[in-house]
């Protein structure tokens, strides 16, 4: 499966390019009145948001860093998050390890969940 790649402070995260509709600018994003920021939501307000992503079938925009690239991660590859974590971040699906970095894996359904 593919996902957009953004990083903010230290850390990677995956956003299943599947689910993604439309990337905008974030100045031109304002049209939509479901918006989820995603440095808000992991209390990291210091990160600047770069991109907008329109989710397909759910009227929602996702605010994040900039998106730096495309990859493929393998579903054989995709960890998933300890119990105790768990239950912090339910709206990651699992992780990965790409190129020695780690990549946490947006599940789009769980953070419109999260968010109502």
């Known amino acids: 499966m593919n996902y957009f790649i953004c990083s903010f402070d230290k850390s990677l995260l ?3 390019s599947a689910k ?6 974030f100045e031109s994003s304002s049209e939509i009145k479901k918006q989820v920021s995603i440095p ?3 209390k990291l307000n210091d990160s600047k948001i770069v991109h907008a992503l329109i989710l397909k079938e759910k009227d929602a925009l996702v605010l ?3 998106i730096e690239v495309e990859i493929d991660v393998q579903e054989d590859s995709i960890k998933t998050l ?3 974590l768990s ?3 339910n709206c990651i699906q ?3 390890f790409v190129k ?3 990549v946490l894996l947006l599940d789009t359904d769980k953070l419109l969940e999260v968010v109502k």
Do not use: N, Q, T, Y
């Open 14 to 16: 995956g956003i299943p």
């Open 20 to 25: 993604i509709e439309k990337i905008l600018s």
């Open 40 to 42: 808000a939501l992991f």
């Open 64 to 66: 994040c860093p900039k």
């Open 82 to 84: 300890p119990v105790l």
């Open 87 to 89: 239950h912090r971040f």
């Open 94 to 96: 699992g992780l990965a």
């Open 100 to 102: 020695d970095d780690l």
